[in-house]
C-alpha cells in the first residue's frame, strides 16, 4: 500500500501537473460516473495538521491551506472516490449529503474521499466528467478511473436510492479485492463464524475487536486507534490482523461480550495482564494494540541497537 500523499498544492505545481497528465477525458459511454446515479465510495485521509477534522479533501486550482490537485492526487493514492458538484440546486445538496455521511462512516478506512465544484473548477473537472453529468461519483483506482456496469448504477440508484448503505456496496464490489473488501479496511469486518475462525488460523497475531453494532462509538474509536498504528509505523502489514465482529452469534460462540478487543495467538485466545481501560479513548486502544504489535516493537528494538552504537 502507498501511503496516502497529501501535497498543498499552488497555481504552478496545479499548471505543471496538467501537462504531465497522460490520461484521456473518458468517454461518455463510460459514464458509469453515475450521470444521476452518483453513488460511489471513497473515504480520505485528512491533510496532516488537520487530522480528524474533515474526511472530505477540496481538489481546487486555487491556493488554500488544505486544497489539492486532482490528477496529482489519484496519482499519489491508490483508492479515490470523488464527488464532482456544483453548490446550486437540491440534487447537488443531496448528493453532496450523502457523500458526506459515507466519508464519516468509512473515515478510517483506506480510501480517500474529495469533492470538486465543477462551477468554481471547470479547467480540472472538465477531462473527467461532462458538464451535463453533475452531480457525479467517480472511483480512481491505482490512477485510473473504474468502469461501472450500467445494471449496477440501476442498482444503486433504484435499490439504493444513493444512500451511503448503496455507495458502501459499489466500492467493495469494484474497488475491494474480495467480497467483503477487506483491502479497504485496516480492521477486517468479519460477518460469519466461518470467516472469523479462518481469520484467526490465518494469522499468527490476531486482534479482534467485537461491538454491539458497527459504527459505535467503541467501533470508531478502535477503528482510528488501528489507523492510528498504521501511520505511526507508516507501513500496511503491522505484523499482526486486525479484524472486527458485530454479530452477536459469533461473540456468543467465542464467549465475548461487547466492547471488548480480544488478542490470539495461533487462533488461541491470549491472558493479558494489561486489560484495557473502562475508558474506550484512541490513546487507551493504541496503547493496548501496541503491546502485542509484532512489527512495532521489533523495529522500535533495532533503532534502539543502532541508536546505542552511535
Aim: with cysteine.
Amino acid at each position: 500500500m502507498r501511503a496516502a500523499v497529501m501535497r498543498p498544492r499552488d497555481a504552478t505545481t496545479w499548471r505543471d501537473g496538467m501537462k504531465r497528465s497522460g490520461f484521456r477525458q473518458i468517454p461518455q459511454r463510460f459514464c458509469w460516473l453515475l450521470a444521476f446515479n452518483h453513488y460511489l465510495i471513497a473515504d480520505a485521509e485528512p491533510c496532516a495538521d488537520k487530522v480528524g477534522e474533515d474526511p472530505v479533501v477540496q481538489f481546487t486550482a486555487e491556493e488554500c491551506s488544505c486544497c489539492f490537485d486532482l490528477d496529482e492526487f489519484i496519482q499519489d493514492n491508490d483508492h479515490v472516490y470523488v464527488l464532482f458538484y456544483s453548490p446550486k440546486g437540491r440534487l447537488n445538496i443531496d448528493i453532496s449529503a450523502k457523500f458526506e455521511r459515507l466519508a464519516r462512516e468509512w473515515k478510517w478506512s483506506r480510501i480517500n474521499f474529495g469533492r470538486i465544484d465543477v462551477d468554481k473548477d471547470r479547467e480540472m473537472s472538465k477531462k473527467w466528467v461532462e458538464s451535463n453529468m453533475v452531480p457525479t461519483n467517480v472511483m480512481y483506482k491505482f490512477g485510473r478511473p473504474v468502469e461501472v456496469k450500467p445494471k449496477d448504477f440501476e442498482s444503486i440508484r433504484d435499490r439504493y436510492q444513493g444512500s451511503p448503505d448503496g455507495q458502501k456496496w459499489m466500492l467493495t464490489k469494484y474497488m475491494g479485492e474480495d467480497s467483503e473488501g477487506s483491502n479497504l479496511h485496516y480492521a477486517n469486518s468479519l460477518m460469519t463464524a466461518k470467516k472469523h475462525s479462518k481469520f484467526l488460523k490465518s494469522n499468527q497475531v490476531s486482534i479482534v475487536g467485537y461491538f454491539r453494532k458497527e459504527g459505535d462509538r467503541e467501533h470508531n474509536t478502535f477503528c482510528e486507534a488501528v489507523w492510528q498504528l498504521h501511520q505511526d509505523i507508516d507501513k500496511d502489514d503491522i505484523g499482526a490482523g486486525v479484524g472486527a465482529v458485530y454479530a452477536q452469534s459469533i461473540m456468543k460462540k467465542a464467549s465475548v461480550k461487547a466492547p471488548a478487543i480480544v488478542v490470539y495467538l495461533d487462533g488461541q485466545a491470549l491472558e493479558t495482564q494489561t486489560p484495557l481501560p473502562e475508558r474506550w479513548t484512541v490513546k487507551a486502544v493504541l496503547s493496548f494494540v501496541k503491546q502485542f504489535n509484532v512489527l512495532g516493537e521489533a523495529e522500535a528494538g533495532l533503532a534502539g541497537d543502532a541508536s546505542g552504537d552511535l
